[in-house]
Every structure is written in structure tokens, then in C-alpha cells.
């Protein structure tokens, strides 16, 4: 699928080099902070059309609530918002996760997923054209690389990007049944993946979400545990070979060795 736009305009890439010339900043500073590429902020203030889940990046990197419309020169809301239109007509819409945590979850989940996608796909179309055993690393950007654990980014390449676009659309239909069910870690990771746009949804439209019941809470149900942050995204632990958590077992389902690894962790960090 498509990554979903903000449609581009003159006059909209005109009002993001004003703002950032009267900021006094360079296309390499607010690229930054947007977390862009230099070149595609330059396709920005040439009028091109910006990919929505980067839309309050850019916006917040030129101290704006929002981008403004993309025929006026006037800072506002964007009249064309998605989430507002997705509903238990999408494809990856959950009943089951609406009635077990409530209709922001399945709303989460469902865009969250999307978004995932999109990023996935754009990674593989870019490592397609680079040689064999390239990884996210060393692409000039993907957002996906900066989520994934750390210890284990050399191990990033193409086909392991397509294990996770795969893990993603089985996910999607199995949610979309009503199995609320992730076995593997590949998985865990893969819902801690599209969870981590929720921060996103929040600043793209709060009022979507004030009120509704507690968006972030899905996840720890349907796992039962957070073992991936505690063992994958803690800088203090190094997973050793053999261990559940290792990268070379991410498809199979989890034993009890968890806690053998989590021991080694900290008895290397106490040696340290």
C-alpha cells in the first residue's frame, strides 16, 4: 500500500522555507529534528507532498501546532484527517481488541499497523537496490532501525525486514479473527513496533483520544509480559547465544530461559 500524503503546494513549501529561514536554522538542523533526510526536507520546501506520519515531525521542528493547509500560507489543523475515518471497516480492525480494551486500542492497532507497513516496504525497496547483507544501519534513514534492539542491528538486512512485513500482515489477520494471541519475540517486537506510533497518534490529533480509555494498555494484555523490554531494550543486558531473547531463536516461541538470560545480563553488568 501507498504511504499515506499531506499533499505538497507551492505555497506550502514556500511557508516551510520561510519558517525555517526566519528560525534562523539550516535544512540539515531541521531535518534533524524532524527525523528526515536532508534531501526530502528539501522536496518539502519545494512544494512536495510529505508523508503524514512525518507531518508533526516537521511541524515541531519549526515550532508549529500544525503544517499549514497546503493552499494557504496560514499555520492550522489538517482538515483531511485519517484516523478520524478509520473505523471496524479496515482491514486490520480488531473487534476482539475493541471489546477486550476499548476503541482507541483497536484504532492504535489498526493505523499503527498501517504506518508499520509503510516504513517496512520503503526499507525493502531501498535495501533491494543495495548489495547483499546490507542492513538498516547503514541506510540514511529508516525508521524502523531506530525502534529495533540494538545489540542486534548488523543482523537487520533484507530478508529479516521481510520476516517482520510478514509477522506485521499475519498479525493483522489474526487480530482481525479475533486471535489476540503473539507467540514468538519476533512477534513481541513487532507489536511493541506498532504500538510505538501511539505518541504519534497523540500529537496528530489529542482530541481523537481525550477521554477514551488508556490506548497503551493493549499490549501487556495480549503479551501477558513486557519480557521484550526487559530483556531486548535494556542497554545493561547483552543476550547471550542459546537464550530465547537471542536474535537466531526470534521465531520460535519462548521457554523458560528468559530468566537464565536476564541472570547473565546482570551478573556481566556486576563484573563490569
Excluded at 52 to 63: I, Y
Excluded at 152 to 157: K, T, V
Excluded at 224 to 244: E, H, K, Q, S
Amino acid at each position: 500500500m501507498p504511504p499515506r500524503r499531506k499533499p505538497g503546494s507551492p505555497q506550502l513549501g514556500q511557508s516551510i522555507r520561510a519558517r525555517r529561514l526566519e528560525l534562523g536554522r539550516s535544512i540539515e538542523e531541521v531535518a534533524l529534528k524532524a527525523g528526515v533526510g536532508a534531501k526530502t526536507w528539501g522536496r518539502y520546501e519545494t512544494g512536495g507532498s510529505i508523508r503524514l506520519d512525518k507531518v508533526q515531525g516537521v511541524a515541531r521542528a519549526l515550532g508549529w501546532h500544525a503544517l499549514p493547509d497546503a493552499d494557504t500560507d496560514t499555520p492550522g489543523p489538517d482538515q483531511d484527517n485519517w484516523l478520524r475515518k478509520v473505523d471496524n471497516r479496515h482491514e486490520a480492525w480488531s473487534p476482539a481488541l475493541e471489546q477486550e480494551y476499548g476503541h482507541s486500542c483497536a484504532l492504535t492497532f489498526a493505523v499503527g499497523s498501517d504506518l508499520l507497513l509503510d516504513h517496512l516496504t520503503d526499507d525493502l525497496d531501498t535495501l533491494a537496490c543495495m548489495p547483499t547483507a546490507t542492513h538498516l544501519g547503514q541506510l540514511d534513514t529508516s525508521w524502523v532501525a531506530d525502534r529495533l534492539p540494538p545489540q542486534f542491528l548488523p543482523r537487520y538486512d533484507y530478508e529479516f525486514v521481510y520476516r517482520l512485513r510478514a509477522a506485521v500482515h499475519m498479525l493483522r489477520l489474526r487480530f482481525a479473527k479475533g486471535h489476540l494471541q503473539a507467540f514468538s519475540p519476533l512477534k513481541h517486537i513487532t507489536l511493541r513496533l506498532i504500538l510505538s506510533y501511539a505518541e504519534l497518534f497523540a500529537d496528530t490529533d489529542p482530541q481523537l483520544f481525550q477521554g477514551q480509555d488508556h490506548w497503551t494498555d493493549w499490549l501487556a494484555g495480549v503479551l501477558g509480559d513486557l519480557d521484550v523490554d526487559r530483556y531486548l531494550c535494556n542497554p545493561t543486558i547483552a543476550v547471550p547465544p542459546g537464550f530465547d531473547y537471542h536474535f537466531d531463536r526470534w521465531d520460535e516461541e519462548p521457554t523458560a530461559n528468559q530468566d537464565a538470560a536476564h541472570t547473565a545480563g546482570s551478573s556481566k553488568d556486576a563484573s563490569d
